[in-house]
């Protein structure tokens, strides 16, 4: 079985500058996030900001052979999840022949949105990685660790309530101890 998804957005690490795209199911509000490279994320947004590019791109190339050869891109499916690694692939009408190509999760996605073609994936990915929106967590339940939980701000509150800021008065008078 497969969930139908759209492209949320397409966003970009702080910290590393690496880029992941999110998707989001159509009949509900999970959400699953795939990181991606720096070009293939530029494919994606060109074509939904409809930008126009002076040349075709690689995937606009892959486009206009498929159109070529009489073929029609019927969908792209994510198809699984494998030690951290997406799989994807392209579903081609050729000729009344329908054929099945390996891809990336990220070349697969910027060919849909070239063609207009409709985004699934496996619901067992979806249902092994996808999230949902951080309000709805919590209130579903309260977080016990990981990063930017309840409980790492709370610590950083008690942190910094105890530092005595007394301390740092007049002490840019003060010339640094040696």
């Known amino acids: 079985m497969q969930v139908e998804v759209t492209i949320e957005s397409i966003r970009v690490s702080l910290?590393?500058?690496?880029?992941?795209?999110?998707?989001?199911d159509v009949d509900s509000d999970r959400y699953l996030s795939i990181w991606i490279g720096q070009f293939e994320a530029e494919a994606i947004m060109v074509t939904l900001q409809e930008v126009e590019v002076a040349r075709p791109m690689t995937h606009d190339l892959l486009k206009n052979t498929i159109l070529a050869l009489g073929g029609h891109v019927e969908r792209i499916v994510i198809t699984d999840l494998r030690e951290d690694?997406?799989?994807?692939?392209?579903?081609?009408?050729?000729?009344?022949?329908?054929?099945?190509?390996d891809s990336?999760?990220?070349?697969?996605?910027?060919?849909?949105?070239?063609?207009?073609?409709?985004?699934?994936?496996d619901s067992a990915v979806m249902d092994k990685v996808a999230s949902l929106p951080e309000t709805e967590?919590?209130?579903?339940s309260e977080p016990t660790s990981g990063s930017g939980s309840s409980a790492d701000l709370g610590a950083f509150e008690d942190f910094v309530d105890s530092l005595d800021l007394g301390d740092l008065e007049g002490?840019?008078?003060?010339?640094?101890?040696?």
């Open 85 to 101: 690694v997406f799989y994807g692939r392209i579903f081609v009408e050729l000729h009344g022949q329908h054929l099945e190509i």
């Open 15 to 24: 910290i590393s500058q690496a880029r992941v795209v999110i998707l989001k």
């Open 171 to 178: 002490s840019e008078d003060q010339p640094p101890e040696q």
């Open 137 to 140: 967590i919590e209130s579903e």
């Open 104 to 121: 990336r999760p990220s070349d697969a996605l910027a060919l849909a949105v070239r063609v207009h073609a409709p985004i699934y994936v």
